[in-house]
């Protein structure tokens, strides 16, 4: 369906070509952060892109004559369609995209305001093609942001395992239940391995699948075995406490999750969990999770632990705080963002409860709760050569300083452990690195690599 490259972009784009000044000869562009919510970005999904939709012969003639129909539709004037600029790709160029892309290895945690990814046309009568893909390449905001937001999250969450339990747990503590809340599978599947390089517990299946088949990672997710409200309220409000105990027998052993809020979550705790079920928990190989999944999130996870504590017992751990037992333990689902997660950990801490009790399932806030301008991220032309002569080129806009771009051809360094944005041309080694060229994936990233790079030290 969206396999034309010719389509994959803004419609105006398919107007550029007559927009440059006559005899240009290179168009280079930039990409990078303008800033946002958090002040580090992680770098991730570009190879799924430039593989997907970019390698190989992208350009045919079917394709092209499949794009002139639709723009003389779509614009009402067949004249627009640049049909001479694609059929010398497809002829001079095989069909293979003549350009050059440099980026900062995926998984690479970058402060903002600095070049992530250049672009630039190999062949000078494609100038035009360079701005056409920003498009398509600029989606990969959306990997780059959930995998910053998601490593956000696992610094929030280590911070409280580090005050009051076991950062060493830090793996699961966030799940991805994000799959049904996104616009789109392609989404759920970007953002599920985005999620993935900073944890391992993923409800989005097909995260795990694009880590699979892009980025060679055999398993990059793990999930156990859970209730959703239907299998629960199949039984009718009498039979609450027969589908707990179904699920304690139906997975003897191991972790199991169960949604207890069907009807009184309290109760739930109290006297089925508590008190039918005590034993058979406690006696148990294995944790159960209980799942609230409803109210205001602090305070019913506290009342949780609250109740459970009393019920299971408790003991104090070497930081001075509270734990459940082992074969009891808690997860938040519902209403987490990155604010929420805050305010539950530290009301639960405040009341003495170890972090270690509790773990988090982030769904639409960790996938869909986000926009490209949470990072701010943009493309834009820093360079054209015109008749030989290269130009610097910027936009500085009075009404919004913040949305000046940068000069030049440009190379991102490291100085004394220091990120700079600087002039092609000066001293230092590039960090950029060329991923594609004229067709061709050049380096191929693997999720070991991507998720050393993006790690948060202890
Ligand atoms: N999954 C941990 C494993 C997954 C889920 C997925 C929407 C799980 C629930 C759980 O424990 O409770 C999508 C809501 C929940």
Redo the contacts with the bound molecule.
Sequence with gaps: MFDNILLLTDSYKASHYRQYPPKTEKVYSYFESRGGKFDEVVFFGLNYYLQHYLSGVVVTQQKIEEAATFCAAHFGDDSLFYREGWEYILHQHGGRLPVSIQAVPEGSVVPTHHVLMTVENTDPACYWLTNYLETLLVQVWYGSTVATLSREMKKLILKALRESGDPDAIDFKL?D????GVSSVESAAVGGAAHLINFK?S?TLVGCLLAQKYYAEAMAGF??P???HSTMTSWGRAGELDAYANMLEQYPTG?V?V?SDSYDVYAACESLWGEKLRERILQRDGTL?V?PDSGYPPEVVLNILNILGQKFGRSLNAQGFFELPPQVRV?Q?DGIDYEMTQDILQHIQEHQWSANNI?F?M?GGLLQKLHRDTQKFAFKCSQVVVNGQARDVFKQPMTDQGKASKKGRLKLIQRQGQYHTVAEAEAGDDLLREVFCDGEVLLKENFTNIRQRARVSI
């Design positions: 799940h239940f994000g799959f049904r517990g409800d999930s156990i859970a209730s959703e972790l999750a949604v999770v799942r997860i689902g773990s399932g769904g």
